[in-house]
């Protein structure tokens, strides 16, 4: 039964995911009073923009919100409480302290929108000057600041963000990259991380198959000491992946899932009724293995918000899950990958099958163009297409289409057949997507 | 029956779609013999090149082929013969004059790839000199040359090849463009074309809703006389659209579509048995209508000729249809389409429904990006989206996309769920595509 004069909501924590939710609420019931509890002094913000500040591209952080705390509490009329940190859930009240005072709130539904952090070492992390752990926009600064004054940085990880960091530092200075898998970007296959690999080499000293096991120095960091080498240090920046909030939600007890996340169903309620998790605290459907993941992305975190948000406010909507959709790139060099890579595809156990092909990113003869190299993922049983990877120039274009029909669950023919316009200076007639599928045709027997 | 020495096929064009026909037949069937009559010099052309050609990005007209005669001679084995007209066509044979001598060639399976003509004006073409149709890559080298010598060049017509060569000249000389609708690109709504009319008229003379009544001149052309003015002119190129070439396949008793242009069924056969079509001489079925259509581009072109290839050569495969799927753009400004406008979809009997959104096509925080226009036309029946037209900064990915989604027959909820990444330097966490299906659902009532 909801009371005539409206619900009370609670939402914990200010990102992409929360405000989203808070925001759909308050179109869809005006009159409701939603509160959003917020940690830090920022709303709407979110840790991909990270890199472009450390560049410079984006001079200050608040930029980074797409909008600022007035913006919600004004035009949206959402009670929203910055420097609140959240202590306490109980059964219909939340215990807050907020600028210092403890204070309790009541809650008719709640919203758990408490994001990720960035997951240290094991060797642990922040214990020593000047070794920061990338996570939330709120270091974002002090990174910055001693960026600048240092200058033997080394970074330590090369998914996304140690990627997009190296990019961003390496302008101006050498710096150090260690991982330790066997290339950059842990989640692709072999075959497109070379092709990085190749290039990156180049502008950074990459290490791979390196393990850090200690940050050595006195007042503050000097060396990073591998199961290999040393390398000096005055910066080191840990970009070593990102791991769920989930420790209130957990004392509350919420269920979690297996991926360490918070547990949900389709309308992003979880294991208590009336209690719903968004974003990157929160597991997700996975539209190609159509089993429960964590993908912990901006863009599916804003539209968990979206949906969540209008089930709470009585508009029934189902989340059908994401792909862990990515676009980066390194200097000139575009990334992108939708949906599995081969050993992704074959831990799920799929019967996977793969091409790699090159080919040019436009009509051959518009001078200057590069190439693309285009990695297709399909199980052979189905011919169901699982996921595409491609490096080069021109990548976006093709991850968007993937995402697309991947998220329709589409065939290997469906990716030969689909009508990708030809137009001289952005796409050859046979678009790389055709060619991987007309060559998986060949690889699958089809024709 | 198939003979134990294989068949004879013959290709009547050498374009795109011939071109791949003749491949694939090979590919499959290497001991078959299979030749290609080509009138001009040109083989695997199409004429989407002739801007670049025009405009000096491209230099040579040979640079706009994808392979050379010697290429599909030589590596495919293919019988190439070039200045080849086939001036009629029986059973079982064909009747050529090949470098000015007359000779008969047998066949067991025919294919017309005879393309498409520049359609000329109803007040005649080519019949004053300095007037030229643009159509083929053949007559690319005198329009170049002409473009060069004079400076008052008038463009009439402002499809994608008018506005195309109205941005390669522009560059060099005022020039003026006559179109007879109240746009450019007259198969966009008006909502799109109003962005691309205002940015155009800058840099050329732009005059719409005017018709060409007469072209003034002695020796050459001198003046241009539309329905409301007259234009001095020493060069006039027309761009008046295209008109698939059937006479041949006619006179053979083919049969023609409603269109006019050749009948084909799912596998590309046309009424006589054995006889295939390809390319812009054929129609082919509208992916979105489900109707026969006529699609005169070359990225659907190559794939009707491998798909004819292939059944010919007995490996069975259908043609899916295509979705008219275009990108072109003018200066920086992109455009691009894919599916029906929002008049297009009423002709065809829909309930149609749009909606019109402009934002970033970026993060908003990273500088120097641009506004993106976007329209999406849906079927307020079945909520099925069966267009959609986008205008501005990163369109090609926005088109990608649509196709593959409009490929897969999708509704609305599709254009807002499909997982497309969030990569500040490319796309904003809100896709433009995603907020066009969000104001779509208000606009149906959906939520």
Not at 200 to 224: A, H
Not at 338 to 362: H, N, P, Q, W
Request: net charge negative.
């Amino acid at each position: 039964m909801i009371p005539d004069e409206g619900l009370r909501v609670a939402i914990i924590g200010g990102g992409a995911g929360g405000m989203a939710a808070a925001s759909r609420i308050k179109k869809l019931r005006p009159e409701w009073v939603v509160d959003v509890f917020e940690k830090t002094n920022y709303v709407s913000h979110a840790p991909c923009g990270i890199p472009f500040y450390l560049s410079g591209i984006v001079e200050s952080v608040d930029d980074l919100c797409a909008y600022d705390v007035n913006y919600f509490r004004e035009r949206r009329g959402i009670n929203v409480h910055i420097n609140s940190e959240v202590v306490e859930v109980r059964d219909g009240e939340l215990e807050v302290v907020e600028k210092g005072e403890r204070r309790v709130y009541e809650w008719d539904r709640l919203v758990f929108a408490t994001g990720a952090r960035g997951r240290g070492l094991d060797i642990g992390c922040h214990r020593v000057d000047g070794v920061v752990c990338v996570g939330s926009i709120e270091e974002a600064p002090l990174v910055r600041e001693m960026a600048r004054k240092h200058s033997r940085v080394v970074v330590v990880g090369s998914g996304y963000m140690g990627v997009e960091i190296a990019d961003a530092l390496s302008r101006e200075k050498r710096i150090t990259v260690i991982e330790q898998g066997s290339h950059p970007l842990p989640s692709y296959d072999q075959e497109i991380a070379e092709v990085l690999m190749r290039f990156m080499s180049q502008k950074v000293d990459l290490r791979i198959n390196e393990q850090v096991i200690e940050l050595r120095g006195n007042e503050r960091v000097e060396k990073v000491v591998t199961d290999k080498n040393e390398y000096r240090a005055d910066l080191v920046i840990v970009a070593a992946g990102v791991e769920p909030n989930v420790e209130l939600a957990r004392d509350f007890g919420v269920r979690l899932g297996k991926t360490g996340a918070i547990e949900v169903d389709e309308h992003l309620e979880t294991s208590r009724k009336g209690v719903y998790a968004v974003g990157d605290c929160a597991e997700t459907r996975n539209v190609i293995t159509e089993k429960p993941d964590w993908i912990p992305l901006a863009a599916p975190a804003n539209k968990m918000g979206y949906v969540a948000g209008s089930n709470i406010a009585g508009n029934e909507m189902i989340f059908p899950g994401a792909l862990r959709c990515q676009l980066t790139s390194f200097y000139d060099m575009e990334i992108g990958k939708a949906g599995l890579s081969e050993k992704e595809a074959l831990r799920a156990g799929f019967d996977a099958v793969s091409v790699t092909i090159t080919s040019r990113s436009r009509a051959s003869y518009i001078p200057g163009g590069g190439n693309i190299t285009v990695r297709m993922v399909a199980d052979s049983e189905s011919r169901r297409v699982l996921g595409v990877q491609a490096i080069g120039s021109g990548v976006a274009k093709r991850i968007y289409a993937s995402s697309a029909l991947l998220y329709k669950k589409a065939y290997v023919e469906d990716f030969f057949f689909a009508d990708f316009p030809f137009y001289p200076p952005k796409s050859p007639v046979w678009d790389p997507l055709v060619i991987a599928a007309r060559n998986l045709f060949r690889k699958m027997g089809i024709s």
